[in-house]
């Protein structure tokens, strides 16, 4: 069973506007979130993390938001360019036996055009 | 930059055949994961290790084996590859026991026939 979820396999926005990612999870102990870009044929790229004491993180262009009670977190990409094309990975961890090993959505596509 | 490299990067290779997938980091990162990824799905970790001569597995059942003898070095074995091995194998370092992201490798991809 996934505990994090990724239910839009696929996003397009133009070249300007915003882009709005999102994720969701099912575990409570769940307190380290990331996000990561992945562009075809390469590894993952960290992006931007979200610690569960916090409800926003910002960085540039991309701001994380969390919403612990409803268990969300989103990404927002402001503007949108296109070479942020790729596909993003929601993140999510809790300390178990004294390091935190992520558990992964299975990725949102996003496209920007031009 | 990340420094960790993964080779090689694509391997074609017959059912039965005995593969080591490379991985070498230069960052001095304690801490070494495996992921086994296909297209649309999750990243499932396989394999990981907090240090020399430290290997778990993960949470994803695998027939492979690793190995930790140097820091730096997190090599994967399949012993006898078959098709349902075909896949993007992505191996991963992260520094210390702090809240912090982990580097990853460009990825093996993997087709076995």
């Known amino acids: 069973d996934q505990q994090v979820k990724q239910n839009s396999p696929s996003l397009s926005v133009q070249e300007g506007r915003i882009s709005i990612l999102n994720c969701d999870y099912t575990?409570?102990?769940?307190?380290?979130f990331l996000w990561y870009k992945k562009y075809p044929a390469e590894g993952p790229t960290f992006l931007i993390s979200i610690s569960s004491i916090k409800d926003k993180n910002e960085d540039g262009r991309f701001t994380v938001f969390l919403n612990k009670s409803a268990k969300h977190l989103s990404l927002h990409i402001v503007p949108s360019q296109p070479g942020d094309s790729a596909v993003y990975f929601c993140a999510a961890s809790a300390r178990a036996g004294g390091s935190y090993i992520p558990t992964f959505g299975r990725g949102t596509s996003l496209i920007v055009h031009p | 930059e990340a420094d960790i490299y993964q080779t090689p990067r694509y391997l074609v290779i017959g059912t039965g055949k005995k593969i080591t997938l490379e991985c070498s980091q230069t960052m001095g990162h304690d801490k070494m994961y495996w992921y086994q990824q296909d297209p649309g799905m999750e990243l499932h970790l396989i394999h990981y290790?907090?240090?020399?001569?430290?290997?778990e597995k993960g949470d994803l059942s695998s027939e492979s084996t690793v190995s930790r003898i140097r820091t730096e070095h997190f090599p994967l074995t399949l012993e006898s590859a078959r098709p349902s091995h075909t896949s993007q194998y992505l191996c991963?370092?992260?520094?210390?026991?702090?809240?912090?992201?982990?580097?990853f490798g460009p990825g093996t991809r993997l087709t076995v026939l």
């Open positions: 290790s907090y240090g020399v001569n430290s290997t």
């Open positions: 575990n409570s102990m769940f307190d380290y």
């Open positions: 991963a370092s992260k520094r210390g026991q702090e809240l912090n992201e982990q580097f």
